[in-house]
């Protein structure tokens, strides 16, 4: 079955940086478009960042000139590297896909920015 593992966060300071990884597997990973979506207490869920099966990158306005999304299609792996954290950057973390129109996530990971 689908899985998306996620790791690598943490606490960090503010201007810092971080990389988060979710290893797919139960699926052609290099096919299907994925994505990085976050959520602080007490608000929605929202989408940070996605690559396409061609690698076209969409970001939030909110992370664009500081977030860098990529995958390795060889290790079935998407990437998120987090630079110039803010304390408004805080939140879990989830991977995302949608597999033959079902969604699947991650069990998210916990990213902290403070000094």
């Known amino acids: 079955q689908v899985q998306l593992v996620e790791s690598g966060g943490g606490l960090v300071q503010p201007g810092g940086s971080l990389t988060l990884s979710c290893a797919a597997s139960?699926?052609?990973?290099?096919?299907?478009?994925m994505d990085w979506y976050r959520q602080a207490p007490g608000k929605e869920r929202d989408l940070v960042a996605s690559i396409t099966r061609g690698s076209a990158r969409t970001f939030a306005d909110s992370v664009k000139g500081r977030f860098a999304i990529s995958r390795d299609n060889v290790q079935n792996t998407l990437y998120l590297q987090m630079n110039s954290l803010k304390s408004e950057d805080a939140a879990v973390y989830y991977c995302?896909?949608?597999?033959?129109?079902?969604?699947?996530w991650g069990q998210g990971t916990q990213v902290t920015v403070s000094s």
């Open positions: 995302h896909t949608r597999v033959l129109m079902r969604d699947y």
């Open positions: 139960g699926f052609v990973f290099d096919i299907y478009t």
